[in-house]
Each structure stands twice: as structure tokens, then as C-alpha cells.
């Protein structure tokens, strides 16, 4: 296969990563991609483009912020890298992830108890809406 019969536009590299071109235009803005232009400005991506940009696309799905795709990038690029950097940046996501679970069950718990405290009925009391005046006028802590 020839250098040109690798070469590829924003919507074929979009079709085959998943990611939309507004993605890929983006990546590219900020430095996380660099696509070859041709001679009329189009982008034309690479098989490296491609393979780079189904990465991120894993990797956004997993979670990891912009910064933290930009560090597993580089280490993936580095031949040389310790995979106990890439351990560092994948742990360090796994505590913000554990720590978003434990937020969500603390809330999941809360609501379940308002929804069970209301009747649900014609009458106009309601506890949920109670509660969240309570906390937006700082009645309570």
C-alpha cells in the first residue's frame, strides 16, 4: 500500500475512531494531534493520526481529562517510558472517579430519602422542595 492510499480526511478518520470532526478539529487546536495539510489546506491524517486519535477517543471515554490524555499520549509515544508513570496517571484518575462515586451515593441517598419522606399527593407540602429551599437560603448546613 502506497504513502497516499494511507492518507485520510477528517470525515474518514471520524467514520473509523468514532469521533466526531469537531472532536478531531479541537484535537488538533490543542496540540494533541498534527495532521499534514495538503497543498489546499485540507487536513490529511495518517495512519499514526488515526491510531493516536482512537486512543484519546478510549481514553475520554474512560474518563481522563484533556491534560491527562495529553501525559498518556507522550508516555505512549515514549518507547522509553516507565509504566509506572502511566500507573501514576491512571491511579490518580481512579481516586477522582472513587470519590465522584462516593458523592453520587451520598446524594442518591439523600434524594431517596426526600422521595420517601413525600406524600406525592395533591397537597402542597412537599419535603424535597423543603429541603432544597433550606440549602439554597442557608438555613441549614
Do not use: W
Not at 499514526?48 to 484519546?56: E, P, S, T, Y
Amino acid at each position: 500500500m502506497s504513502e497516499r492510499e494511507e492518507r485520510m480526511n477528517i470525515g474518514d478518520v471520524a467514520a473509523r475512531t468514532g469521533l466526531p470532526a469537531k472532536t478531531i478539529r479541537y484535537y488538533e487546536e490543542i496540540g494533541l494531534v498534527q495532521p499534514r495539510r495538503n497543498d489546499n489546506g485540507y487536513r490529511d491524517f495518517g495512519p499514526r493520526d488515526l491510531h493516536n486519535l482512537a486512543f484519546l477517543g478510549r481514553a475520554r471515554a474512560l474518563g481522563f481529562s484533556i491534560e491527562d490524555c495529553r501525559v498518556l499520549l507522550a508516555l505512549y509515544r515514549d518507547e522509553g517510558r516507565a509504566s509506572a508513570d502511566v500507573k501514576r496517571v491512571a491511579q490518580v484518575h481512579l481516586a477522582r472517579i472513587d470519590d465522584k462515586i462516593t458523592q453520587l451515593q451520598e446524594m442518591r441517598a439523600t434524594l431517596a430519602a426526600l422521595v420517601a419522606a413525600c406524600a406525592g399527593d395533591a397537597r402542597p407540602d412537599c419535603p424535597i422542595l423543603s429541603d432544597l429551599a433550606t440549602r439554597l437560603s442557608g438555613d441549614a448546613a
